[in-house]
């Protein structure tokens, strides 16, 4: 009777603690482990108290012990509180027990509000530092809107100006080279906070209008043959990139990369490899965009990168995007603007049909920039090709192939273009030296691309020309080469003065300078096809080569912070030939006065090719390329001293 009342008060107390404290001591426990833990207590074997202690287990207790919450169910509360959780939704048994029924989450029904509320928090949090960083400082940050693809970070440049004001849309900080700092160029998260960054796939106004300013004074120099003006009017519209008001991204990426190239900023110059990846991206989907400019400026854009790449040494990259140029320009009819000669069937056609055929142009302006583009293209592509090693081999016979675009005029005069000119066989007639009426046939960039013509086709005649020629052969050879050599004559008897160029366009008096160049480097090229078996075709050819050491001596080309990087090939040419001739001065030496010194001749070779050297070293730092070359040419000039 003792036993039993023992029992009984015992199993109450149990009753009463279980009830007051909610269960605590029982949650998670198996009906064992409670069984031994009654023994503790009563002194008894748990096998006695069974029926006894049964009745006033949880209904919830039962259950759970009945079947286990399989792994991984349960509540993200239960887990870390470390006590058994049931797995009922919305709200387990523990968590609506101990009134913790907002923290009762569960891992398989998404993102929980306690994780959407931390994430705002952050997002919000990352705002505040970055509105902060605007009122302390102007901050410009430039994001890489394929964030997260691996591609590239997102940048972020600070001005150090201590009084410019914040970006708005009436005012803008005054951005220069001097002004941007390395540590304020950082990849940070927060810079890339706001949801208009994220998106945003260009600079910032203020780098933007930098890039295309620095630009600017040297675009000709690399092949941008738009109206500069119109381009930048529409380049910095508050529209989005790719909007039809504004260039089409892949212009607008290359001009930027140029920007950057140029600039004297090593904030901006440690990102160049950004912005490359993104000229490159948008140049690679530019024709299938809807942009209606596409094609004239895809075109520009191919030109940009690859001068660029040809500037920086990367010539196979070069040829890829100067073929892509040419070909452009042949398969959208460019080569046939105002011609009399117009053909139905399209050039190439084997291959399928052209890319599109250009609508007809919607001002005199815009006609011109195609008449540009085509013989910027036209002779970007017979200079390289030259240094290249693959001189332009156009079937100029095939019908439609022939060039009858007329002659390029300078931009501004496109206003005054006649409306009934037209050209035929423009390419032909020169060469054939045929009495022409060209509107605009001396134009600074007519000059250019006449000169490159002349260059291409020394060229080409130094490739044909073999020693083993059949008699047939070789006769209409010596025809061609002495043709030539009287059209290059001409030519260069037509250049302008260079040193009358002084109250002349800077950007002009650099491009003169390079078609003075090209001209002597095309009587050079020809002539010493026979320079070791013709006298007077070795002095000719070497006299070419001294002519464009003059040109140096003649023009203060310290003026030229940069330069058609076609320069290098040329001086390099012209110091291979120098070089040649002082070797064989002193062959002669040795062998008819072994003891006599070095003539005045010899001297002034040696003098000519130093100055060459030093304005290839000038410009060397700003091109690699010409900084190879250099290089070449003084490991040869090195064995003769």
């Known amino acids: 009777m003792l036993t039993t009342t023992a029992a009984s008060k015992s199993s109450q107390h149990l009753r009463v603690s279980t009830s007051r404290r909610e269960n605590d001591h029982f949650e998670g426990l198996s009906v064992p482990i409670l069984l031994y833990a009654v023994e503790a207590v009563t002194d008894k074997r748990p096998s006695t ?19 286990p919450l399989q792994r991984g169910k349960a509540c993200s509360n239960c887990r870390r509180r470390k006590i058994r959780c049931d797995g009922r939704h919305p709200t387990c ?11 009762c989450e569960y891992a398989d029904s998404g993102r929980s509000r306690v994780q959407g509320l931390e994430a705002t ?58 002004n941007l700092t390395e540590s304020s160029c ?33 675009a000709s120099e690399f092949g941008f043959f738009l109206d500069f003006t119109r381009f930048y009017d529409s380049a910095v519209l508050p529209l989005p990139i790719g909007h039809h008001l ?27 490899h950004i912005f490359l990846e993104r000229a490159l991206r948008h140049a690679a989907n530019n024709l299938s965009s809807n942009h209606p400019q596409k094609i004239l400026h895809g075109i520009q854009a191919e030109v940009l990168l690859c001068l660029y790449f040809f500037q920086t040494g990367r010539f196979l990259e070069g040829r890829v995007h100067c073929s892509s140029a040419i070909s452009m320009v042949f398969s959208t009819g460019m080569h ?16 399928g049909e052209p890319i599109t055929m250009l609508p007809p142009p919607e001002s005199a302006v815009e006609e011109g920039e195609r008449i540009l583009g085509f013989w910027t293209v036209y002779a970007l592509h017979n200079c390289w090709g030259v240094a290249l090693g693959f001189p332009m081999t156009l079937p100029s016979e095939f019908p439609g192939s022939q060039i009858d675009t007329p002659w390029p005029l300078e931009l501004n005069q496109y206003e005054q273009f006649p409306s009934e000119l037209q050209g035929s066989f423009t390419v032909r007639k020169f060469l054939d030296d045929a009495v022409e009426n060209s509107y605009g046939e001396f134009s600074t960039l007519s ?31 010596t025809q061609s080469f002495a043709t030539l050599n009287e059209c290059i004559d001409r030519f260069i008897s037509a250049l302008p003065n260079i040193t009358h160029l002084e109250m002349v366009m800077p950007d002009a008096i650099r491009t003169n300078f390079v078609t003075h160049t090209l001209a002597h480097a095309a009587s050079s090229r020809l002539n010493a096809i026979f320079a070791e078996t013709n006298e007077q075709s070795r002095e000719k050819s070497l006299a070419a080569a001294l002519c464009i050491v003059g040109l140096i001596k003649e023009v203060d080309i310290q003026n030229f912070q940069h330069i058609n990087p076609i320069i290098g090939t040329l001086w390099m040419s012209a110091c291979q030939v120098m070089t040649c001739e002082v ?3 002193r062959t002669v030496r040795t062998i008819f006065a072994p003891e006599s010194f070095a003539d005045e001749k010899e001297d002034q070779l040696m003098a000519a090719i130093e100055r060459c050297f030093g304005a290839m070293a000038m410009f060397s730092l700003d091109c690699p390329l010409i900084g190879y070359q250099l290089t070449q040419v003084q490991q040869k000039y090195s064995r003769l001293t």
């Open 186 to 218: 950082s990849a940070t998260p927060s810079s890339a906070s706001s949801s208009t960054d994220v998106q945003q796939e260009e600079p910032r106004l203020p780098v933007s209008k930098l890039l295309l300013q620095t630009f600017q004074p040297h």
């Open 49 to 67: 108290f069974v029926s006894d202690v049964l009745p006033f287990m949880t209904t919830s207790m039962t259950k759970t012990a009945a079947a």
């Open 447 to 477: 000059m250019y691309c006449k000169a490159s013509i002349l260059y291409e086709s020394a060229a080409r005649h130094a490739m044909l020309a073999q020693a083993d020629m059949q008699p047939g052969d070789a006769t209409r050879f």
């Open 93 to 103: 048994g523990p968590c609506e027990r101990t009134s913790k029924a907002d923290d």
């Open 246 to 272: 504004r260039p089409c991204r892949a212009l607008l990426s290359a001009v930027y990369l140029w920007g950057v190239h140029l600039s004297q900023s090593e904030t901006l110059s440690s990102r160049e």
């Open 121 to 178: 928090i952050s997002r919000l949090a990352a705002r505040v530092r970055e509105l902060e960083r605007e009122n302390n400082s102007s901050s410009v940050p430039l994001i890489e809107p394929y964030e997260g693809s691996g591609q590239s970070p997102p940048i972020s440049i600070r001005l150090s100006s201590p009084g410019s004001s914040p970006d708005s849309s009436n005012s803008s900080p005054q951005v220069t080279p001097a």
């Open 336 to 351: 046939k603007i105002r011609s009399m000669n117009r053909v139905n069937v399209p050039p190439y056609i084997a291959l």
């Open 583 to 585: 070797a064989r001065l």
